[in-house]
Each structure stands twice: as structure tokens, then as C-alpha cells.
């Protein structure tokens, strides 16, 4: 430390730089060392006298220091006694010691109650999400989850809609969910459409993929009540209904075809600029589908609607195989499940039947988390990789349900099918370890 120049030695340290050279240079005879935090005072005329004031407390001098940083929100002062242990104060400019901490990573209290301020705004703006599900075993992990989705959630109700399973055994799960799973018989299960926007039965029921139940075929047993709590009317008119009476503050989380999001749109043309958003899983841009070459499953369901809602939301979010597909989770941490929280031997249960498909289809031993994923986009969007285009459905033909993404990069000459969509937003990237890592903790909780 160069005591001729105070401050010198400071001035230009960040981080690590200011504690290594603390711990080497400090004198041994010096009993403490008082460093402002911020540049755009005078400390002679502003802080030091404060500082020379609660320096009294140590029995001497207290040596002070420039030191040219900012602490978020509040300009303070630093001083270290060294004494003993390092026990570092944070003072305000009024002397106030407004934070304690023992040791270089201690938090300080300053900080802690910027978290904990930041947190009880976070949680008064509490994300209110709608989830269009169609309850097989990918949709567990969230579904069953209903009790604590997650601290800055607050689900408004399930809306149940035809894909893993038929409609009618959609509902059924997702009342097996709520109200046996997780005693929450305030979460609504509303019942969706169970043809498509032309009128089509669902074609294709993925039974093979989890189970003739859509439960991995454990067969867990149902109340012979359990459908008389069906909430009354229909999935269209509970989610225009949600959104109107929280406008501009429910999501709608759409993890099956979207039937329900298109039907609701019909009723209320104007409602993409009254909810928040629509986090969408479903298409595979850059990769092949899962139902064929072009198609992934949940558009392949009804490409009409998702060109209804791709062509009117523009508070859209997409993600789908290119992300999906990218997110792993091993037989390992599969296994790992069992006993943990409420759902976790459950969900253990009823994998053991879809991880078998993957074994059989993709050779691998793991699943792939595609509605976890999307779950996990509504809470961390910033684990993804986020592209703005335009998408179009493929709605006849051998490619139906495939994607294609106008990625605005060029103009084109001429009109084409595109010019008539909303530019959305579609994931093409994602930080899969983060993902896994929240997943795997909502399970076990």
C-alpha cells in the first residue's frame, strides 16, 4: 500500500484485484482502512469527518482511502478492522452503519434487503398463468406441480385440450392432478375443445408414448366423482374471461395443439393485446419433427389454429424441438426422484413407460423435457436464445404442421403468405444445464 499516495494503489482495482492486494500490502500496524465507494464527492469535505467521528470506536486512527466504485443504490463507505477476523462495515453518508459482514463473501446487509425488496415487488407482480394442457406423462412435471409452480406464479386454472391423450381423459388427469395429487380443489379444470378448428377428431393419440392413460399405463385410481368438478363452460371463454379480468397480467402456457388459444381468439379478436403472453410449445424450425420429418407433434395437431394465433399474437413466445431437444434428463437424475417432495416417486412412476420410447425410438437413456422446458420458459425466458420472425403453418399435405420461419432478415420482392403474421418471438437456443437444474428442482419439491 503506498501511504504517500492515498489511494493510489485502489484506484484501478476491481473485485478480486482489491482483496488480493489488501490481504499482501496491508501494513501490519494498521488497525483499519476506510474506502468510499463512490467518485463524485470530495472526501475530505464530505465523508471523512464521519469517518474520523466512528474511527473514535477503535482506539485509532483510521486510515482513509479513495476508492473509486459504486455500490447498487447508495453511496457508502467501506472500513475494514483488522484486528481480528476481517469484520468489514458498511456506513452510509449519514454514519449510519447500515451493514455487517464477516469475511470477503459475506453478503452485507445493504445488499440483503435490496434482494428481499426486489423479491416482494417480484412477488406482488406475480405472473398469473393459464395452462393449456393436454396431461400425459411429458406434462407431469409441471402439471402435478400445481401446489408451488413456482414462488412467482399463481396458476388461474387448467384448460384441457386433446394430443397425448383424447379430451375427455385430459380433463380426467388434470382432475387427478389438482384435486387428488395436490388438494387443490380451488385450481379450476376447465374442459377444451375436442376437434380441431375444421371439426376433425384428433387424428393421432400418442398412447405409445405415454401409456393408454397418459400415465405411463400405472393406472392410478379415480374418484368415481371426479368429473362431476369439471368448472362449468368452456377453455375458449375461461381464458378470455381470465384475461379480461386481469388484463395485461395472465400467460397462457400452451403446451398441446391450440385449438383452445385459437377458438379464444375467435371469441375475442383483440385478445393478444390483453394478455401478457403466450408461451407456445410446439414446431421444429432448424430440425426434423417428431410425428414426421416436417411436423412436431402439438402443430401437427392443428396447423389452422396455430396459424390463427402465429399470425395474431405477437406477445408470442415459440419454442420447440430445436430447444426441446437440447433438454435432457438422465436415468440417473430420473431415478433420483423417488421420495423426493410430493411428486417425485410419481413421477419416477409413470417415466418408466416414456423413457422406454426413448429408448426404443432415440436410443438414449433420458427423456427429453419439452413441456418442462416450455414451463421453464415462462419463469427464466433468459435461459434462452430468443430469434424474431414470422412463422407459418404447413396446413394440407404430406408437410402439414410443418413450421417456416420468415427470419426478417431481407426484404422480399412481391407478396407472400407471410406478409399477413405478426413477427413473434421463437427460441432457436438455450442454456439446457440451467433448464435441467430448475426442472429437477421443482420435481423434488
Given at each position: 500500500m503506498n501511504q504517500s499516495t492515498p489511494g493510489s494503489a485502489f484506484r484501478e482495482l476491481r473485485g478480486d484485484d482489491f482483496w488480493q492486494v489488501l490481504k499482501y500490502e496491508q501494513p501490519s500496524s494498521m488497525l483499519g482502512v476506510v474506502l468510499c465507494y463512490t467518485s463524485k464527492c470530495l472526501p475530505c469535505k464530505e465523508c471523512k469527518p464521519?469517518?474520523?467521528?466512528?474511527?473514535?470506536?477503535?482506539?485509532?486512527?483510521?486510515?482513509?482511502?479513495?476508492?473509486a466504485l459504486t455500490?447498487?443504490?447508495?453511496?457508502?463507505?467501506?472500513?475494514?478492522?483488522?484486528r481480528s477476523s476481517p469484520t468489514f462495515l458498511v456506513i452510509g453518508k449519514d454514519g449510519e452503519i447500515v451493514a455487517r459482514s464477516k469475511g470477503r463473501a459475506a453478503v452485507v446487509e445493504e445488499e440483503d434487503r435490496a434482494k428481499k425488496k426486489q423479491k416482494k415487488t417480484m412477488a406482488s407482480e406475480k405472473t398469473l398463468l393459464i395452462i393449456d394442457t393436454d396431461p400425459g406423462i411429458g406434462a407431469m412435471d409441471i402439471s402435478s406441480s400445481t401446489t408451488n409452480v413456482h414462488e412467482n406464479v399463481t396458476v388461474l386454472g387448467l384448460t384441457t385440450i386433446y394430443g397425448n391423450v383424447p379430451t375427455r381423459m385430459a380433463t380426467r388427469n388434470a382432475l387427478y392432478l389438482?384435486?387428488?395429487?395436490?388438494?387443490?380443489s380451488d385450481v379450476p379444470v376447465v374442459e377444451g375443445s375436442r376437434t380441431s378448428l375444421r371439426g376433425a377428431s384428433k387424428e393421432r393419440i400418442a398412447d405409445f408414448v405415454h401409456g393408454s392413460d397418459g400415465f405411463g399405463n400405472t393406472e392410478p385410481e379415480m374418484p368415481d366423482t371426479l368429473m362431476d368438478h369439471v368448472h362449468p363452460g368452456s377453455a375458449a371463454e375461461f381464458i378470455v374471461k381470465m384475461a379480461h379480468?386481469?388484463?395485461g397480467k395472465v400467460v397462457v402456457l400452451a403446451l398441446a395443439a391450440l385449438t383452445n388459444v385459437a377458438l379464444a381468439l375467435q371469441l375475442d379478436p383483440g385478445l393478444g393485446d390483453v394478455l401478457k403472453n403466450i408461451v407456445v410449445l410446439g414446431g421444429a424450425m432448424r430440425v426434423n419433427g417428431n410425428v414426421n420429418p416436417a411436423a412436431e407433434a402439438n402443430v401437427y395437431g392443428d396447423p389452422d389454429a396455430a396459424n390463427v394465433v402465429f399470425s395474431r399474437v405477437e406477445r408470442c413466445q415459440l419454442l420447440g424441438l430445436d430447444v426441446t431437444h437440447e433438454c435432457v434428463m438422465s436415468v440417473e437424475e430420473i431415478e433420483a426422484l423417488k421420495d423426493k417432495g410430493l411428486y417425485g416417486t410419481f413421477l419416477r412412476d409413470i417415466t418408466q413407460f416414456y423413457l422406454q420410447y426413448h429408448r426404443d425410438v432415440y436410443s438414449m437413456e433420458g427423456i427429453f423435457l419439452h413441456d418442462a422446458a416450455a414451463f421453464t420458459a415462462v419463469v427464466h425466458p433468459e435461459y434462452f436464445e430468443w430469434h424474431t420472425g414470422k412463422v407459418l403453418v404447413v396446413s394440407d399435405g404430406p408437410a402439414k404442421g410443418h413450421t417456416i420461419m420468415d427470419g426478417l432478415e431481407r426484404p422480399w420482392i412481391g407478396s407472400n403468405a407471410w406478409d399477413d403474421h405478426v413477427p413473434i418471438k421463437v427460441a432457436l437456443g438455450v442454456d439446457r444445464h440451467k433448464v435441467l437444474e430448475f426442472v429437477k428442482d421443482r420435481m423434488s419439491q
Open positions: 464521519i469517518m474520523e467521528e466512528w474511527a473514535k470506536e477503535l482506539d485509532d486512527k483510521v486510515r482513509f482511502y479513495q476508492f455500490l447498487p443504490n447508495k453511496e457508502v463507505a467501506l472500513a475494514m478492522d483488522v389438482t384435486r387428488v395429487l395436490a388438494n387443490r379480468e386481469h388484463p
